[in-house]
DNA sequence: CTGAAAGCGCTAACAG
DNA sequence: CTGTTAGCGCTTTCAG
């Protein structure tokens, strides 16, 4: 079966301190020691047992992420990402998905008390901020894609209300008047939505456009699906839009499909923008315009606050607020209006 | 700081057995005692040390899983899947991304003498099954994705033969008679995309079609991009095909793309078909017809398996094969044919 | 440079 | 029903 140190060093006739030291590499070893020590290491297969260590050094290793879903592509891309980083750091990563439940949400925070993980990795739903980071007890917390300012934990996010602002004005300069937006979600607590609604409003106005209620529309998830339902209530509406601005590529393109049903062209009568750069969006038809967070920084600058936490035990440094740049990406889906 | 089974001792002036016993219900405690203790325990918001129990325990609670890439929308989903049924068994699950590598793979396994999981589900690309069980020393393995009959450990998956040859021979029935497979992948080790192209040739064998070579494509990996390619080269080939058979829905989504830049109708010039059904296919235009894989048997039955092993040492129980059913889903990919 | 031994927090065998 | 204690496998202090 399975070896132990102490067989180890029974089998190389030495301490196991000493197969320790080998293993570990904390302490030198005469050249003699190691090399007979060794030959026991590889004879037996020895792997060092995590659960001892880690007992042992009071951290795991292991830190834990908790996305609202992973069939949704953002994240499971950004989980992809975060997975990759976190191997480069020899960190094991559990994920878990709290489907914006609250209850998801705080169950997770209560249990980090069990030392499974070093730090916690959240894209909050449900649960405020503030909620969230007055339950994390012991480990280090580093909260994704909010920018509220009232902060108790690290954060690492994107400039939303200036790339909702850009999307909009890129709609504006191609000569639309009458852009909706796509992607309220007044029930929920992370404030993503509502900073992209400013944003969006900031650029209606600085081009003098009055914003229209009927033009404002709410989802209850960021699906396909749900854009789609949204685009189809929009155009019963008798709204008339004449470009969309939806708050997620999932949302565009739930929307598309819609407009397309509808013998609607793009983006000779419709143009439309999403948020998120999934990969389908560039093989729609046609390839969607949208803002591109740098996913990759998001994923590395969590990681680098988690580690800083974690091995600097220094208690007085304040929450950072980290922003990672985006940009938009213009593809065909938002060439000049057609009349 | 955070309290340990002795500090609750202490405090409700108990043993810790008696804790400990409450903790884990594992022996009767007086009604009055248990409730004293249960106070000192929320008094002192205990958690348990996982690491000390695992070591104790000889078992950690965690599973790893193994996919090649987390961006993939099939393997997203599948994984999304395997960590809610995993919650519900009470395991938390760790994720790890292969990107087919070889090396990683084996890693992998090797690794897992470690013990951090008590169980591996494994998705192989670049190894062989039978490499990779063998070096499964500790824990029990689940393969997903493989029908090779030469199993050394448990394996789920479809019936990739049997699926492909009804996706080819819908299409025979739609009236297509130049068909092309694409998505061949002769480098690499894990037999699902050869157990396709065998269904779709037995299907053309069954209608009396010969098989063309120029019809069979081959990829270097499964996303649109590749699909694209491949469909790009087969256009430009001259084969001049009435349909594809794609090995996945990605790959579809990519033909789909480049049929649509090159003016061909879908369907009424090209049919198109699927495999895996992720979400982006419903969406498509037109919808994808696809073979839908019931994914979330594939998780529940993965993790029965692994249950099975971890919990009821019968080390005699030979591996087991775990075909999940699955069906055709006739969508607006695949309307009759158009001349 | 190496050996002996304490102890991380928990569970369970063994008393009482 | 409850207390005492050994020991899971490892790292590390203290001696030698």
Chains 1, 2 share one sequence.
Not at 7 to 36: I, K, M, Q
Not at 267 to 276: H, I, W
Not at 291 to 315: F, G, M, N, T
């Amino acid at each position: 079966m399975s070896s132990r140190l102490k067989d180890v060093a029974a089998r190389a006739g030495v301490s196991v301190r000493t197969v320790s030291n080998v293993v570990s590499g904390s302490a030198p070893v005469a050249e003699e020691t190691r090399a007979r020590v060794q030959a026991a290491l590889d004879e037996l297969g020895y792997r060092p047992n995590l659960a001892a260590r880690n007992l042992r050094a009071g951290r795991t290793g292991v830190i834990g992420l908790a996305v609202p879903e992973l069939h949704s592509p953002y994240f499971a891309e950004l989980a992809g990402l975060l997975v990759e980083a976190a191997r480069r750091r020899s960190w094991t990563v559990v994920i878990d998905q709290t489907f914006g439940e609250p209850d998801a949400e705080r169950r997770l925070l209560a249990d980090t008390g069990g030392r499974l993980v070093d730090g916690l990795i959240i894209s909050p739903w449900s649960v405020s901020p503030e909620d969230l980071t007055a339950r994390a007890r012991d480990v280090p917390v580093v909260l994704l894609g909010e920018r509220d300012p009232h902060g108790a934990a690290d954060r690492v996010a994107v400039d939303n209300v200036l790339a909702a602002d850009q999307a909009t004005t890129h709609l504006i300069e191609t000569g639309r008047r009458r852009i909706a937006a796509l992607g309220l979600q007044p029930h929920l607590r992370n404030g993503t939505a509502q900073q992209r609604l400013t944003g969006y409003r900031d650029a209606l106005a600085r081009a003098g456009l009055t914003p229209d209620p009927a033009l404002e529309r709410t989802v209850t998830a960021l699906h396909r699906r749900d854009g789609a339902e949204a685009m189809t209530a929009l155009l019963a509406s008798g709204a008339r839009p004449d470009a969309v601005f939806a708050f997620t590529d999932e949302l565009a393109l739930g929307a598309l499909h819609v407009a397309h049903e509808a013998g609607l062209s793009v983006p000779g009568d419709l143009a439309v923008v999403g948020f998120d750069d999934i990969e389908d969006g560039r093989y729609a038809h046609p390839p969607l315009t949208t803002v591109v967070p740098d996913k990759r920084q998001i994923a590395e600058r969590a990681l680098q606050c988690l580690a800083d936490r974690v091995y600097s035990p220094a208690p007085g440094v304040p929450p950072l607020d980290v922003v990672v740049p985006h940009r938009l990406e213009i593809r065909g889906s938002t060439g000049p209006a057609v009349r």
